[in-house]
């Protein structure tokens, strides 16, 4: 990946990881208009890590490094790990319906795996160009 001159602006929605990533991100969005007004903290908090795991996807994709998109993608697996505690605290405290909180569980449990198995496929690949 490094010093590859085409990145043209789009071409990250290519990525398996960050398609899972915008289609959690929706879920997410669901659960959020669902949630009581009253916990604007815990909105915030799924909110925000919510929106970190695709943007730090197309951040690192974009930086033209391999090393920078694996480090990116490492704050996205972490964002990923944080909006499944925070669906595990909002289920605890039976504020949405369990099912639908099950659903989209599943998708941040998928979207982590998909992005870990990016970064040790690059991490492969960056591996195999210094031998």
Known sequence: MKN????????????????MADKLDILVQDIIKKLPH??????NQLDSASD?????????????????????????????????????????????????LDSVTSQAIKTGYIIDRLIQ?????QNQSVL
């Open 52 to 100: 970190s795991i695709g943007s730090n996807i197309v951040e690192g994709y974009y930086s033209g490094s391999t090393a920078e998109f694996i480090r990116f993608l490492k704050y996205s697996r972490r964002s990923c790990a944080e909006v499944q505690e925070r669906l595990m605290r909002i289920k605890r405290k039976d504020l949405i319906d369990s099912n639908l």
């Open 4 to 19: 590859i001159q085409n990145y043209r602006s789009g071409n990250h929605m290519k990525i398996i990881a960050w398609q």
């Open 38 to 43: 009253n916990r604007f903290k815990m909105i």
């Open 121 to 125: 496929s690059l991490i492969k690949k």
